[in-house]
T-cell receptor, first 114, second 113 residues
Framework: NAGVMQNPRHLVRRRGQEARLRCSPMKGHSHVYWYRQLPEEGLKFMVYLQKENIIDESGMPKERFSAEFPKEGPSILRIQQVVRGDSAAYFC????????????FGEGSRLTVL | DQQVKQNSPSLSVQEGRISILNCDYTNSMFDYFLWYKKYPAEGPTFLISISSIKDKNEDGRFTVFLNKSAKHLSLHIVPSQPGDSAVYFCAARNSNSGYALNFGKGTSLLVTP
């Protein structure tokens, strides 16, 4: 579990700014998933990526949100022009294989929009 | 729409007794179910899973039961320990449709000494 590294752990942004959240998967894992947890809610799937490819982005909001997983470096979830409703915990998970079975989650990045 | 429902936000159990956490789902196409455990300020940790071809899976103190006709699963923890106090999330997926795990809202379990 501790192998998935997310940073920053906490991020504060003002409305209209950009937020960038980074995720390094566990060693040997090439599949990355992003989930969002709003207060008092369960985790909601956002996007599934492999190296250099977005495989499933059915849970991503159509505007302002984007994700990438470059050949080198961590996966990045980018939120442009943040609004208060974006305040949430964003969890990254990784797996060795493609199906979302036993995902290994990071500790999350908590975004607060003022 | 919430396809996975955990109707009990919280549960309190005495140490040594059985904890039973319940989960209902609405999508009959779900074929794989998982339980995750989450401590505050940490990410969820995988606990146990079950395929729809089974009705029971056991791992140490943890057993998951699946009732497909009722679209219901439960997690039993016996005996409960104070260290089990955490939020438990039920999750489900349809292997033929995308990669998303659908999570419930969680049940907060408190095991008292």
């Amino acid at each position: 579990n501790a192998g998935v590294m997310q940073n920053p752990r906490h991020l504060v942004r003002r409305r209209g700014q950009e937020a960038r959240l980074r995720c390094s998967p566990m060693k040997g894992h090439s599949h990355v998933y992003w989930y969002r947890q709003l207060p008092e809610e369960g985790l909601k799937f956002m996007v599934y990526l492999q190296k250099e490819n977005i495989i499933d982005e059915s849970g991503m909001p159509k505007e302002r949100f984007s994700a990438e997983f470059p050949k080198e470096g961590p996966s990045i979830l980018r939120i442009q022009q943040v609004v208060r409703g974006d305040s949430a915990a964003y969890f990254c998970a990784s797996s060795r294989q493609g199906m979302a079975g036993e995902l290994f989650f990071g500790e999350g990045s908590r975004l607060t929009v003022l | 729409d919430q396809q996975v429902k955990q109707n009990s936000p919280s549960l309190s159990v005495q140490e040594g007794r059985i904890s039973i956490l319940n989960c209902d789902y609405t999508n009959s196409m779900f074929d794989y179910f998982l339980w995750y455990k989450k401590y505050p300020a940490e990410g969820p940790t995988f606990l146990i899973s079950i395929s729809s071809i089974k009705d029971k899976n056991e791992d140490g103190r943890f057993t998951v039961f699946l009732n497909k006709s009722a679209k219901h699963l439960s997690l039993h923890i016996v005996p409960s320990q104070p260290g089990d106090s955490a939020v438990y999330f039920c999750a489900a997926r349809n292997s033929n449709s995308g990669y998303a795990l659908n999570f419930g809202k969680g049940t907060s379990l408190l095991v008292t000494p």
